[in-house]
T-cell receptor
Framework: AQKVTQAQTEISVVEKEDVTLDCVYE???????LFWYKQPPSGELVFLIRRNSFDEQNEISGRYSWNFQKSTSSFNFTITASQVVDSAVYFC????????????FGTGTRLKVLA | DAGVTQSPTHLIKTRGQQVTLRCSPK?????VSWYQQALGQGPQFIFQYYEEEERQRGNFPDRFSGHQFPNYSSELNVNALLLGDSALYLCASARLAGDTGELFFGEGSRLTVL
C-alpha cells in the first residue's frame, strides 16, 4: 500500500528563518512520482514541484529547495529566509505511473511565519 | 486564462439529501479528478474522468458518482448525504497527452451536512 507521512502537524518560525518540512513515503512501485503542494487559506492547492523516482538530484527554485533520498524514502522541503506570505498548509503527495492522478496525500504541515 | 473553476463555493445540506458539485477544467485540459478533503486532513482521491468515462476510483461508496461532459467539464454527485460527507471537495484537471504530472486544483466547494 502507498502511504505518505508528514509528522510535523504545525511549525511556527520567525520571518527570515529557514524551515524544513519533512515527508516520508511508502510504496512498492519502482516508478513513482512525488509532489509538494501549497494550500493557502483560499483552499486552492498550488503545485510546487514534481520528482520522479529515477531522479534523485536535489532541486533549488529561488528560496525553495527539495532533498529527495530514496535510501530513506524521504522528500523534504526547505524554505530559506521564510516570509509571512509562505504561511500556508503544505502537502506532500505520491502517485504511481505517469498519467494517473490518484495522488496519495499526507496530512499536511501548517507553517506559520511570524513577522 | 481561467484556471479550474468550481461551483458552488459553499453549500449546506441536511442528511439524506443529494448534492451536485460542478467543475470546469483549465483551458486545454481533458481529464478531471475529484478529491475530498476533510477538515485538518489531506485530500483523498474520489475518482478520475477522461473521455467521459470513470478511469480510476478511490475508496468511496457508490453514493459518490460523477460525470464528464463533451466539453470536459465534470459533475460530482453525492446521494443520501451523511454528516461525515461534510468536507471541501476539490476538482483538479490536467492534460493527459503530454502529461507533465501537474494537477491544477480549483478552490473547492465546501459542503456542510447538518
Amino acid at each position: 500500500a502507498q502511504k505518505v507521512t508528514q509528522a510535523q502537524t504545525e511549525i511556527s518560525v520567525v520571518e527570515k528563518e529557514d524551515v524544513t518540512l519533512d515527508c516520508v513515503y511508502e510504496t512498492r512501485d519502482t516508478t513513482y512520482y512525488l509532489f509538494w503542494y501549497k494550500q493557502p487559506p483560499s483552499g486552492e492547492l498550488v503545485f510546487l514541484i514534481r520528482r520522479n523516482s529515477f531522479d534523485e538530484q536535489n532541486e533549488i527554485s529561488g528560496r525553495y529547495s527539495w532533498n529527495f533520498q530514496k535510501s530513506t524514502s524521504s522528500f523534504n522541503f526547505t524554505i530559506t529566509a521564510s516570509q509571512v506570505v509562505d504561511s500556508a498548509v503544505y502537502f506532500c503527495a505520491l502517485s504511481g505511473r505517469r498519467g494517473t492522478y490518484k495522488y496519495i496525500f499526507g496530512t499536511g504541515t501548517r507553517l506559520k511565519v511570524l513577522a | 486564462d481561467a484556471g479550474v473553476t468550481q461551483s458552488p463555493t459553499h453549500l449546506i445540506k441536511t442528511r439524506g439529501q443529494q448534492v451536485t458539485l460542478r467543475c470546469s477544467p483549465k483551458s486545454g485540459h481533458d481529464t478531471v479528478s475529484w478529491y475530498q478533503q476533510a477538515l485538518g486532513q489531506g485530500p483523498q482521491f474520489i475518482f478520475q474522468y477522461y473521455e467521459e468515462e470513470e478511469r480510476q476510483r478511490g475508496n468511496f461508496p457508490d453514493r459518490f458518482s460523477g460525470h464528464q461532459f463533451p466539453n470536459y467539464s465534470s459533475e460530482l454527485n453525492v446521494n443520501a448525504l451523511l454528516l461525515g460527507d461534510s468536507a471541501l471537495y476539490l476538482c483538479a484537471s490536467a492534460r493527459l497527452a503530454g502529461d507533465t504530472g501537474e494537477l491544477f486544483f480549483g478552490e473547492g466547494s465546501r459542503l456542510t451536512v447538518l
